[in-house]
């Protein structure tokens, strides 16, 4: 997936994530936006707000030189159900057949890898860290939002360089769609290699990718 066009029409929420990362203060006033923009206070409805993010968001993405090296690769692989009955590094927390080769591919082929967990947020792999039950797969609408917003910073923290890092998800819809959706907003060139896959299929495609580098 290669990163949202400069001048392509941002939605409200896209607009929010311009504004916000960019220092703007924004607040929901009914039907428009209470919004603290350069020096400013605007009381605006979503069209102005859109407007105002977009035109910002051309400007600054046009303004930046391309990054003069080869992209740093920021693997994101989902939790999976399947883990230890004991606390370990979070690298070795996961068990399942799937997380063992999704790892595998994010130590080939990410300069940095981290997982997306239902509970804990963005763990780095030698966090050690208890199992739990909890996945993104079973919570409602509002609950993955909330926690989208907890593991956001955390990714921002771990990859800040939008015209640098390319993000690599492993990872299904319901942990992937509201962080890759922010990350093109920003500019970052975000990667889903095994969108639209089944399970045996993605299984089949990391076990290729993975005999590719053996050569």
Known sequence: MSLLAPHIRLTPTQAVTWLHERGG???????????????RSLNVDHAALCDIAMRDRAQTLKA????????????????VGEKLDHAAPARDLYVSQWFRKARRYAEQFGDQWYILSAHYGLLAPDEERAPYNVTLNEMKVPDRLTWADRVWPQIRAAAPEPQRDRIVFLAGKHYRHHLAE???VLGYDVELPMEGLGIGEQLAWMDR????VRG
């Not at 203060?25 to 428009?32: F, L, S, T, Y």
């Not at 936006?33 to 020096?39: H, I, M, S, Y």
């Not at 990718?209 to 590719?212: F, K, N, R, V």
Request: net charge positive; hydrophobic share 45%.
């Open 182 to 184: 922010r990350l093109l």
């Open 64 to 79: 930046q030189p391309p990054y003069p090296g080869r992209p740093i690769v920021v693997a994101l692989v989902a939790c």
């Open 209 to 212: 990718a993975a005999a590719a």
């Open 25 to 39: 203060q924004i607040e929901r006033a009914g039907k428009r936006w209470d919004l603290t923009w350069q020096g």
